[in-house]
């Protein structure tokens, strides 16, 4: 609950900053975050073109959220057991990448989701096994297969698979496509996310996971206390392995929700920000699986709802990853505020 | 050829260099320093943004606005570099997760002042400011040796400043009082306490150098790899210099061979890929070479590597 409450509070310290941005800028703040409700689908907007309405935007936050709640689980799962996975970036660019090739032989949702799924507990297991085996520090080694996958990936796209009109990767199929993009609903267009509630209840399941198994117990032994863990009698470095193998499935998972589902094709050359900013969004949900939920849906609100804001009100595109940079900002500091209230 | 290969490999290594350096400062006084990415990129676009605003006063042909860029970066990214500070050593937020909200905000602060700077001062809609091209210095004598000739040939002014900056640097660092001190406040902070240091003023200190040898090092970036001031130069060069001092096992010379190596196997590779006529995307395969280095090293030779001893952790005056 008072981690709830720090989280609330960095909300509210970085809305009144971006209030007086915009303020400064000579907008109306109040009429400005309004309009993110709006573009958000979580207000009525004044006008809507063709096969839109309330219901389709908020039908594509629900999609573009899908993602994040899977890679922030993956970032609040490392931190339980005491790993920082800085690599959920690499990992989702690799297992949205291994789900598109398969998807080209066997293009199925199901085939997608086990590739992806696979693919991201691969490099996470290689990233604990170096901890546990060599001692190699995992945000050292996962800052390194970031780059590593990230080069090779982009080499392997602009040579085999690009789409020499979008300069994007090639579209995975339609059928493999965990996003229903454009689907006819009462006469609306609407893009359905299958993946949504399966990260809902993947959160849900990893709750009950971390708070009532016994390799819930152990992984959250091993993160606070490697030593007496160890002194308890339990394997450190199993731990830490199935520890970074599950926190890189599910960074997998986001991967396929990114590249299979919210987008159809790969970026190449740039490893997906997303990785990055789960990061923060796992803190500011108090590394709690439910938590990252509502935090994964307050991020994407401001970064969908800020596209519609900087329309509406003649400003730049980019106060939407300030604002969402300054929430981070005050929930890195607000850790500490829990820390000294703890004591 | 070979002439090429030494130029670019110069050019890239040495601003790599630079930031490691920074980097090496911060982390020996125990903070871990992930930030570097966003260091660099704040500081070039201070740099910029000044070059761009001299300009107009002095001209594009004067040198003024190309020296006061980099001043600019130096301030720009040292000042931004505080921020990380005070979270890590005020506030005593965990500095990996410090780290990489640092880079966020400095991508996302950059790209919307950039824009807004753009729209409301120069009168444009673009994202980037356009620098004019750096000026190149060929050392009369030197540079007509064979081979190594071309060390000296085509410099960048700034190159000459970096290596001078670095040599300062290594006797700040190896040979200066101030030096000691932190390193023993990366080592053993509650040694350096009890001895009278203040931990938290040296570790500030070296966080704030960090972000200006970074603010250089960006600035550089932007005038040798692409003339100009954008987002794209979010490359991952800070996230290369940190494998780069790693791989120099945090020490100022054994993390200017490894930025050599990385450098020149960029330029050889390039060099290579050119010369077999083969797409300029294989350049993205030789890219991966400094990294599948680093992490092959810690591997093999993970025991030998040795981070300083209290790097990362949070130092509370209390906690004994």
Same mark, same amino acid.
Request: charged share 10%; net charge positive.
């Given at each position: 609950?008072?981690?709830?409450?720090?989280?609330? =509070?960095?909300?509210?310290?970085?809305?009144?900053?971006?209030?007086?941005?915009?303020?400064?800028?000579?907008?109306?703040?109040?009429?400005?975050?309004?309009?993110?409700?709006?573009?958000? *689908?979580?207000?009525?907007?004044?006008?809507?073109?063709?096969?839109? &309405?309330?219901?389709?935007?908020?039908?594509?936050?629900?999609?573009?959220?899908?993602?994040?709640?899977?890679?922030?689980?993956?970032?609040? @799962?490392?931190?339980?057991?005491?790993?920082?996975?800085?690599?959920?970036? *690499?990992?989702?660019?690799?297992?949205?990448?291994?789900?598109?090739?398969?998807?080209?032989?066997?293009?199925?949702?199901?085939?997608?989701?086990?590739?992806?799924?696979?693919?991201?507990?691969?490099?996470?297991?290689?990233?604990?096994? =170096?901890?546990?085996?060599?001692?190699?520090?995992?945000?050292?080694?996962?800052?390194?297969?970031?780059?590593?996958?990230?080069?090779?990936?982009?080499?392997?796209?602009?040579?085999?698979?690009?789409? +020499?009109?979008?300069?994007? &990767?090639?579209?995975?199929?339609?059928?493999?496509?965990?996003?229903?993009? $454009?689907?006819?609903?009462?006469?609306?267009?609407?893009?359905?996310?299958?993946?949504?509630?399966?990260?809902?209840?993947?959160? %849900?399941?990893?709750?009950?996971?971390?708070?009532?198994?016994?390799?819930?117990?152990?992984?959250?032994?091993?993160?606070?206390?490697?030593? #007496?863990?160890?002194?308890?009698?339990?394997?450190?470095?199993?731990?830490?392995?199935?520890?970074?193998?599950?926190?890189?499935?599910?960074?997998?998972?986001?991967?396929?929700?990114?590249? /299979?589902?919210?987008?159809?094709?790969?970026?190449?050359?740039?490893?997906?920000?997303?990785?990055?900013?789960?990061?923060?969004?796992?803190?500011?949900?108090?590394?709690?699986?439910?938590?990252?939920?509502?935090?994964?849906?307050?991020?994407?609100?401001?970064?969908?709802?800020?596209?519609?804001?900087?329309?509406?009100?003649?400003?730049?595109?980019?106060?939407? &990853? !300030?604002?969402?940079? @300054?929430?981070?900002?005050?929930?890195?500091?607000?850790?500490? !505020?829990?820390?000294?209230?703890?004591? | 050829?070979?002439?090429?290969?030494?130029?670019?490999? !110069?050019?890239?290594?040495?601003?790599?260099?630079?930031?490691?350096?920074?980097?090496?400062?911060?982390?020996?006084?125990?903070?871990?320093?992930?930030?570097?990415?966003?260091?660099? $990129?704040?500081?070039?676009?201070? $740099?910029?943004?000044?070059?761009?605003?001299?300009?107009?006063?002095?001209?594009?042909?004067?040198?003024?606005?190309?020296?006061?860029?980099?001043?600019? #970066?130096?301030?720009?990214?040292?000042?931004? #570099?505080?921020?990380?500070?005070?979270? /890590?050593?005020?506030?005593?937020?965990?500095?990996?997760?410090? $780290?990489?909200?640092?880079?966020?905000?400095?991508?996302?602060?950059?790209?919307?002042?950039?824009?807004?700077?753009?729209?409301?001062?120069?009168?444009?809609?673009?994202?980037?400011?356009?620098?004019?091209? &750096?000026?190149?210095?060929?050392? +009369?004598?030197?540079?007509?040796?064979?081979?190594?000739? #071309?060390?000296?040939?085509?410099?960048?002014?700034?190159?000459?400043?970096?290596?001078?900056?670095?040599?300062?640097?290594?006797?700040?660092?190896?040979?200066?009082?101030?030096?000691?001190?932190?390193?023993? /406040?990366?080592?053993?902070?509650?040694?350096?306490?009890?001895?009278?240091?203040?931990?938290?003023?040296?570790?500030?200190?070296? %966080?704030?150098?960090?972000? /200006?040898?970074?603010?250089?090092?960006?600035?550089?970036?932007?005038?040798?790899?692409?003339?100009?001031?954008? +987002?794209?130069?979010?490359?991952?060069?800070?996230?290369?210099?940190?494998?780069?001092?790693?791989?120099?096992?945090?020490?100022?010379?054994?993390?200017?061979?490894?930025? =050599?190596?990385?450098?020149?196997?960029?330029?050889?590779?390039?060099?290579?890929?050119?010369?077999?006529?083969?797409?300029?995307?294989?350049?993205?395969?030789?890219?991966?070479?400094?990294?599948?280095?680093? @992490?092959?090293?810690?591997?093999?030779?993970?025991?030998?590597?040795?981070?300083?001893?209290?790097?990362?952790?949070?130092?509370?005056?209390?906690?004994?």
């Amino acid at each position: 609950m008072r981690k709830f409450t720090l989280s609330c =509070l960095a909300i509210g310290i970085s809305l009144i900053f971006g209030a007086l941005i915009l303020w400064l800028m000579g907008k109306n703040p109040g009429e400005a975050y309004m309009s993110i409700l709006q573009g958000a *689908g979580l207000m009525e907007k004044a006008r809507y073109s063709g096969r839109q &309405s309330m219901f389709t935007d908020f039908m594509s936050l629900v999609d573009a959220m899908t993602p994040m709640i899977f890679a922030s689980l993956a970032v609040a @799962l490392a931190l339980k057991g005491g790993f920082f996975n800085i690599g959920v970036s *690499g990992q989702m660019l690799f297992a949205g990448f291994c789900a598109h090739m398969a998807a080209q032989f066997l293009p199925s949702r199901i085939v997608v989701v086990i590739v992806g799924f696979v693919a991201g507990a691969v490099v996470g297991a290689l990233i604990g096994w =170096l901890k546990s085996r060599f001692n190699v520090n995992e945000v050292v080694s996962s800052i390194m297969l970031n780059s590593i996958l990230m080069y090779v990936i982009t080499f392997y796209i602009y040579t085999f698979y690009i789409n +020499p009109v979008s300069r994007n &990767s090639v579209s995975v199929p339609a059928a493999a496509r965990l996003t229903l993009s $454009g689907f006819r609903w009462e006469g609306m267009k609407v893009d359905i996310a299958l993946a949504f509630p399966a990260a809902v209840i993947t959160a %849900v399941l990893l709750h009950w996971f971390i708070n009532k198994t016994t390799y819930g117990y152990e992984i959250k032994a091993v993160g606070l206390s490697p030593r #007496a863990a160890h002194y308890a009698g339990m394997n450190v470095g199993r731990t830490a392995v199935i520890t970074m193998t599950l926190s890189g499935a599910l960074a997998g998972l986001a991967g396929v929700a990114y590249y /299979c589902g919210y987008l159809a094709a790969i970026q190449p050359g740039v490893t997906p920000s997303m990785g990055f900013d789960a990061i923060a969004v796992s803190l500011l949900g108090g590394n709690n699986p439910l938590g990252c939920v509502l935090a994964s849906f307050l991020i994407t609100v401001i970064s969908k709802g800020s596209v519609y804001m900087s329309s509406r009100q003649n400003i730049e595109l980019e106060i939407a &990853s !300030l604002i969402t940079a @300054l929430i981070l900002t005050f929930a890195a500091c607000s850790a500490v !505020l829990d820390r000294r209230r703890g004591k | 050829m070979p002439d090429t290969i030494i130029i670019d490999g !110069l050019s890239f290594s040495l601003p790599l260099f630079v930031m490691a350096v920074g980097g090496i400062f911060s982390e020996k006084s125990g903070i871990t320093n992930l930030a570097l990415e966003g260091f660099q $990129g704040f500081g070039a676009f201070t $740099g910029a943004f000044a070059a761009v605003y001299l300009y107009g006063v002095f001209g594009a042909d004067s040198v003024i606005p190309y020296w006061a860029s980099f001043v600019f #970066a130096v301030i720009g990214g040292g000042v931004f #570099a505080l921020l990380h500070a005070l979270l /890590c050593v005020r506030f005593k937020a965990d500095q990996v997760i410090s $780290g990489v909200v640092m880079n966020i905000l400095a991508m996302a602060l950059t790209s919307f002042l950039t824009k807004r700077i753009n729209a409301s001062i120069f009168g444009n809609s673009g994202n980037k400011f356009m620098l004019s091209a &750096s000026s190149r210095i060929t050392i +009369p004598g030197l540079s007509e040796l064979p081979v190594v000739g #071309a060390v000296f040939r085509d410099i960048y002014p700034f190159e000459l400043v970096i290596v001078a900056v670095a040599l300062v640097m290594w006797l700040v660092l190896y040979r200066t009082v101030y030096g000691m001190r932190l390193r023993a /406040c990366g080592d053993n902070p509650q040694s350096a306490d009890a001895a009278g240091i203040n931990v938290y003023a040296v570790r500030t200190v070296a %966080v704030f150098v960090s972000g /200006c040898l970074s603010g250089l090092a960006g600035m550089s970036f932007a005038y040798s790899v692409s003339a100009q001031f954008s +987002p794209d130069i979010y490359l991952g060069y800070g996230y290369l210099s940190i494998a780069a001092l790693i791989f120099g096992n945090w020490s100022i010379l054994p993390a200017l061979f490894a930025c =050599l190596v990385f450098g020149f196997a960029r330029s050889t590779g390039a060099a290579v890929i050119h010369g077999l006529g083969l797409p300029s995307s294989y350049n993205d395969l030789v890219r991966t070479l400094p990294y599948v280095l680093t @992490l092959l090293l810690l591997v093999f030779f993970g025991r030998r590597n040795r981070s300083p001893r209290a790097l990362g952790q949070i130092y509370d005056k209390g906690m004994r």
